[in-house]
């Protein structure tokens, strides 16, 4: 097998050598046929209500965020609970890196990050992020998606980046006090705390297949593997469930367990 970066953890070493040469490139980039899964290329009609059901941009996702996690407010890298917009650092003894200011705001999220999802798009060529959000309705679509959108800490958002996710290490120097996830800025990758593992892949599943994206060969072994190793939990089933009523579709991955047809 072709070296991958290491696993954190033994169970996940072993899953990801049980997985040989993984065959899920055409998998994850089929068309999705249905209508509540169109294809990127396709005029998109994004609603603005509150109570409204259907596709969103970012802006309008995010009056509606709350809703998908009340009762669930805790931030997804480090497990800290906030109220309304201010995180309650010391419920998860977070020592802020460099920013108190930023580390004490939430801030919403992409999981696959926004540059991923824009980058190649000719609105990103003329301009960038914003002349996306502001020109092209299917970068509208992809950037407020539901599924893609967790409650961070601002400034784990921020140091994050576009980095992509990765695990090299089982004991992480800490970064931000007692929190999980740490950031490698050298070689710009995130390593996850391994609560959120399982749900970092299948989100990644999910939007690769709905914007017919592309996941590199050691990227799909690395999402197969904290696929299996941490299966769907029940924060997973209540979030999609809201997603549903708010946005028409959600995340199949969880809602039908349908890893392990792309994993096996």
């Not at 939007?207 to 939990?233: I, N």
Request: charged residues 30%; glycine residues 6%.
């Amino acid at each position: 097998m072709a070296q991958i970066e290491k696993i954190a953890h033994s169970q996940e070493a072993k899953t990801l050598a049980k997985l040989g040469e993984i065959a899920i490139d055409k998998a994850l980039n089929q068309k999705n046929e249905t209508e509540s899964n169109p294809s990127p290329n396709e005029p998109v009609e994004l609603v603005t209500g509150r109570t409204a059901t259907g596709q969103r941009d970012f802006n309008r996702a995010k009056q509606v965020l709350p809703d998908v996690f009340r009762g669930m407010e805790s931030d997804f890298y480090c497990g800290c609970a906030y109220k309304g917009k201010e995180m309650d650092l010391a419920s998860c003894g977070y020592t802020p890196r460099k920013s108190e200011t930023r580390a004490s705001r939430l801030e919403w999220e992409h999981v696959v990050p926004a540059w991923v999802l824009g980058h190649q798009r000719q609105c990103w060529q003329n301009g960038g992020r914003k002349n996306c959000s502001d020109n092209d309705p299917q970068f509208k679509s992809a950037e407020g998606n539901l599924v893609n959108l967790v409650p961070s800490v601002g400034e784990v958002n921020g140091d994050r980046s576009n980095f992509a996710y990765s695990a090299w290490t089982r004991n992480p120097e800490p970064m931000y006090g007692q929190c999980k996830t740490i950031v490698d800025f050298k070689n710009k990758k995130a390593q996850p705390r391994e609560e959120v593992r399982g749900r970092i892949a299948r989100i990644h599943f999910y939007m690769y297949e709905r914007y017919q994206l592309k996941l590199s060969r050691q990227d799909q072994q690395l999402m197969c593997a904290w696929a299996k190793t941490y299966p769907v939990d029940d924060w997973e089933i209540k979030r999609d469930q809201r997603i549903v009523k708010l946005q028409g579709d959600g995340n199949h991955f969880v809602s039908e367990r349908k890893t392990a047809d792309y994993c096996a």
